[in-house]
């Protein structure tokens, strides 16, 4: 098995359990408040495991670049908008709907690789994304 494909599989099933364990942390939190909490908490993992890797030797080439430090600021702000709306859709609905309906991102964002990036995607790629948007407004209207 490829690497990517092992490391995209363990980022799918890690989020499905920060659906699970969202929606039981939104029983009666804010939802803005607790994606702060989440956003605080993720950054102190996250700078712990930079610190074990030995990464904070690499900052200089995040920071050095305008223009990559522009993009992953812009980069870091959509993801907060993302898990903002994210936990108010699992506060008020199902996570049965608002999770499938939430992978809609990949249509999104294969569309946005084609007209940026000039992307090729197969006929076969094309089925696959046409049956996740299909899978995803389906969930959502039923």
Not at 94 to 116: C, E, R, T, Y
Request: net charge positive.
């Amino acid at each position: 098995m490829k690497l990517w494909l092992i490391y995209a599989l363990l980022s799918a099933i890690c989020a499905a359990f920060v659906s699970i364990f969202g929606k039981v942390g939104l029983t009666s939190a804010d939802t803005t408040a607790a994606t702060a909490v989440r956003a605080v908490i993720m950054a102190i993992f996250l700078i712990g495991v930079v610190l074990v890797q030995g990464g904070f030797s690499n900052a200089a080439e995040i920071f050095g670049d305008k223009r990559n430090f522009l993009f992953l600021a812009l980069s870091g702000i959509a993801g907060a908008c993302s898990w903002l709306f994210y936990f108010l859709a699992l506060k008020h609905g199902q996570i049965s709907q608002v999770a499938p309906v939430d992978k809609l991102s990949v249509v999104f964002a294969v569309g946005l690789a084609v007209l940026i990036f000039g992307e090729q995607i197969s006929a076969i790629h094309l089925a696959a994304i046409i049956l996740i948007a299909t899978g995803g407004l389906l969930l959502a209207i039923f």
